[in-house]
């Protein structure tokens, strides 16, 4: 039995026999230790039954038999969203409390509460910061909008210190459209590495009220370069969906930079595939002339969905005449987009330099060895940079010795032995980091 001066919390356990410390739950019917209070009890029914907790609450207001100080360790009071119907799912009810930190509501709104700055003109969303936080203040929607430009600023500022020291970054654009006001707009992101970490900002989203000619995209990209202060010869690549004016673009903007989009060509090759599979196609076809007829029938879009209601057989795979006409179609199409991507410089030079894939999945051996060699090249330039630079420093140092004939043939071994030790130093580097276990996939690259 309970302890004869019972607590309200007792309606909701009963003692266990044999077990003077513990109490099980009758809502879950879950053991809990009472160590000879009822500071457990009420934790495991405020945290597991909120329900249960907010009619711990009333019945509190009414009599003084639970401490208010045990119930509310961590707040005065508690306000949660009433159901509809009674429940002890804690996924079914929301404790808030009535005095809340007004700095960190703003601190929400300024950073966390994706939604248009109008929300704070919505009855219901005022109501209920009402019941949240009687005594804080919504801003409005003028207040809203002037926040947003001030961590603009703040932000931008920062970023651009950042892209002026950045040696290489890559671009990335695409342009699409706002169906429901059929307005068009043009995104761009920069990628760009610090130290150990990869970093993406986007600079921009432009509405276009101009045709998607190549010329005015082109114009837009620049502009943005501009604005952000970014050389042009800093930018290593940009990647771009295969739409033609896209491709263009790039090209009288920057040169020869353009990457396709990885994504956007996968996406192709199965747009592409399904269109030339003419059996494929047909029966695409009937499908959406059936789903048209349904739709124009209420009749029979009520006689579909008893239907489907039924239990019925598992559908056997395609023909295997369509499957492989599908394949074979698939294939072609890979071939046709991807089939040279090995000899791409740039991404072959890219993943051997990525150490989560190496030369790992080459099936080429000669742009394999292209690719190589194109490192090593980079290798020694940036190595007789480096020497070029030293002798320049040690010889403004070094006082003027006497004329001698021999000089210039010094020189000449000099320059041999240095070119001879980098090509060997290069090689035998080269040939380590090859060599070693690739990466994880989840590991850093840098």
Sequence with gaps: MAPSKKSCVWKFYDKIEGASNSAKCNLCQKSIKSCGNTTNLIGHIKNVHKAAFRELNNENSKNSNIDSNTINKNTQSVTTVADVQPSTSSADVMELTEEADADKISDSFKDEIYQPFTIVENEGFRNLIKVIAPHYKLPSKTTLTRWVDDKYAALSTVFKEKLSNIENLTLTTDMWSETMSMRSFLEITAHFGVGNELLSITLGVYQSNERHTSEHIAEML?????????????????????????????DLAFGKKHIPCFAHTL??????????????QSLITKVKDIVTWFKQSNIASNELRKATQKETKLIQELEESLAKELQSVI????????????RVTSLAIATILDPRFKKMH??????????VAKVKEFMKATIQNEVVESDYSNHSDKPEDNFSLWDDHHKLVHKSWKTAKSDNAISDELSIYLRSPVGRLNENPL
């Design 362 to 371: 080459f099936t080429d051996p000669i742009a394999l060895s292209s690719a």
């Design 331 to 342: 294939l072609k199409e890979i071939d046709k987009r991807m089939g040279v991507i090995e």
């Design 222 to 250: 620049l502009k943005t370069c501009t604005e952000w202060g970014i050389d042009r010869d800093k930018i290593s690549y940009l990647v771009t969906d295969n739409a033609a004016n896209m491709v263009k673009a790039i």
């Design 267 to 280: 996406n192709l090759v199965a747009q592409n595939s399904m269109q030339q599979c003419t059996e494929l």
